[in-house]
């Protein structure tokens, strides 16, 4: 959901009114009572949630019908992937649409409380690290017993992002013995900070700007593999977290790695959902092969709805206060994080990118103005924070791989869809 009851009275104290689909949020065990009780106004179908709606937010992007049914010049916030929904943007554009797209949001410590994918990134990782557990025909924990001692297990975490980090600190919490790889130098500190091994390679590190890993090259991933087969081939699990917003997913475990696994073994695939890390994964299925199991891991905040909902409504929260002021919606156009996250205004597509694809120019970028005397920049958002190896992926800062991502200071995904 993309707006929780908690959030609904948050917003209702800033003038803005919560309208919801009936049963929207059932699925992740907020009711309409809960919703009535915040304040929030209780519709039964999502035409009349969405008649009259200044703005609409969601999960996940809109399909063409739902697009239809939107009223003109509305703006709508999600996580749209917009030059993989190219098709969904036009349509938008057509309706006059203002359009935001979360997973354009900037990488600013501004910007650190609307991070709604650091946010799913930690349920993601935790999501995993549970879901290894539960397929690996072992104990995680070592166990010394009259019987015998049980070693702990073996677990290989691909990727020091904020899913990687989380799904490290899971296993550790599960009694596991964790070793990670990143191809990025400033995650081996916070790799070995959650009591990890970090796997050093002696390939050239891969940092890119903002905190993210750059992407390699075919040679680079090949050299990757190679030395990555021995580590694998020693795990009793594998847990691999790269994904490239938009774009197909690198290949990090190639079918020859897979043979070379031992019997019971379990690799947990993130980016099943974009392409698959596992050249042997199938979204949303698990494949045995050789005895080995590759979870293809789809949408894992779904799986933890209640969680993942509240965290994402607060990201919308946050960023709703830059778009409304006294209950009104008047967006700062020079914000950088509006501009940043803005696809379509007022029917006009803006990202560059976007309107590449879909064979438009955008209008030129205003020039910025110069900074007044003694101004400091805003400074990117913990650049040591590791992105999962492969490219820019699993962003974030990982702040505090614990129990939450990001330092959101006021209370708050992934259902397919929302009712605000």
Do not use: W
Not at 144 to 153: E, L, R
Not at 257 to 283: H, K, Y
Not at 292 to 313: D, E, K, Q, R
Not at 402 to 419: H, R, V
């Amino acid at each position: 959901m993309a707006i929780v009851p908690e959030v609904a009275t948050r917003l209702a104290r800033t003038g803005v009114d919560v309208v919801v689909e009936s049963g929207a949020g059932v699925a992740a065990r907020f009711s309409d009572d809960a919703y009535r009780e915040a304040g929030a106004e209780v519709v039964p179908d999502a035409a009349a949630a969405l008649a009259g709606a200044a703005v609409v937010a969601r999960v996940q992007p809109p399909t063409l019908d739902e697009v239809a049914a939107l009223p003109a010049g509305v703006s709508v916030i999600s996580f749209l992937q917009p030059v993989a929904s190219a098709d969904v943007v036009r349509a938008l554009a057509d309706k006059g649409a203002t359009v935001y797209s979360l997973d354009l949001l900037p990488r600013i410590s501004r910007a650190q409380s609307m991070d709604a994918l650091s946010s799913q990134a930690t349920v993601a990782g935790y999501r995993a690290g549970l879901s290894a557990a539960e397929h690996l025909a072992k104990f995680f924990p070592m166990f010394m017993t009259a019987a015998g001692t049980v070693p702990p297990a073996k677990v290989l975490v691909m990727g020091a992002g904020v899913a990687g980090l989380q799904a490290i600190a899971t296993a550790r919490r599960l009694g596991a013995v964790v070793r990670a790889y990143d191809v990025r130098a400033a995650a081996k500190e916070e790799v070995q900070s959650l009591g990890a091994k970090f796997v050093e390679l002696g390939l050239e590190t891969q940092d890119g700007a903002g905190g993210y890993a750059k992407e390699q090259s075919a040679e680079y991933l090949a050299k990757q593999q190679e030395l990555l087969a021995a580590e694998v081939a020693a795990s009793d699990v594998v847990i691999t977290t790269a994904q490239i917003p938009g774009r197909k997913a690198p290949v990090l475990v190639t079918a020859a790695m897979v043979e070379g696994m031992s019997e019971g073994a379990v690799i947990v695939d993130m980016a099943a959902d974009s392409g698959g890390n596992c050249e042997l994964s199938v979204a949303g299925e698990d494949v045995v092969v050789n005895g080995v199991t590759v979870v293809g891991l789809t949408n894992p905040p779904s799986s933890m709805p209640t969680h993942a909902s509240f965290l994402y409504a607060r990201n919308i929260a946050n960023f709703l206060g830059l778009l409304v002021t006294d209950g009104e919606l008047s967006p700062d156009v020079d914000d950088e994080i509006v501009a940043g996250t803005c696809v379509v205004r007022d029917g006009t597509v803006l990202h560059a990118a976007t309107a590449e694809a879909l064979g438009i120019t955008p209008p030129p970028a205003p020039t910025p103005a110069p900074a007044a005397a003694g101004a400091v920049a805003d400074a990117p958002a913990d650049p040591g924070a590791a992105a999962d190896p492969g490219a820019a992926a699993d962003p974030g800062p990982a702040a505090d791989p614990g129990p939450a991502a990001g330092p959101d200071p006021d209370p708050s995904t992934e259902s397919k869809e929302t009712g605000a």
